[in-house]
């Protein structure tokens, strides 16, 4: 039995040939779980915030807490819109 560079070349080729569907989805899928777990690593070291210190306070003037004040509520009456025959529909013939 003798060992040659060449059948080893031919048996490796017809061997990538056979199968080289199923290897590129298992290597596909593999790199889509690496680049997930990867990201999601990053998305979970982003989002630590034990040791955040705040270095801005908020302030509100007076006047944007007086216009907030002036807003109305869904419990104040709803204030009926003038359709006294002004406007038109478009889609009547």
Do not use: C, Q, W
């Amino acid at each position: 039995m003798e060992i040659s560079l060449s059948a080893i070349a031919k048996n490796i080729t017809s061997l990538l040939h056979r199968y080289h569907i199923i290897l590129f989805v298992i290597f596909a899928l593999g790199g889509l779980a690496f680049v997930i777990f990867l990201l999601n690593g990053i998305l979970v070291r982003a989002s630590d915030s034990t040791n955040y210190t705040s270095a801005s306070t908020t302030t509100f003037d007076e006047a944007t807490i007086k216009r907030i004040e002036e807003l109305k509520t869904r419990d104040d009456p709803l204030v009926k819109l003038d359709t006294n025959g002004k406007r038109t529909n478009p889609f009547i013939e």
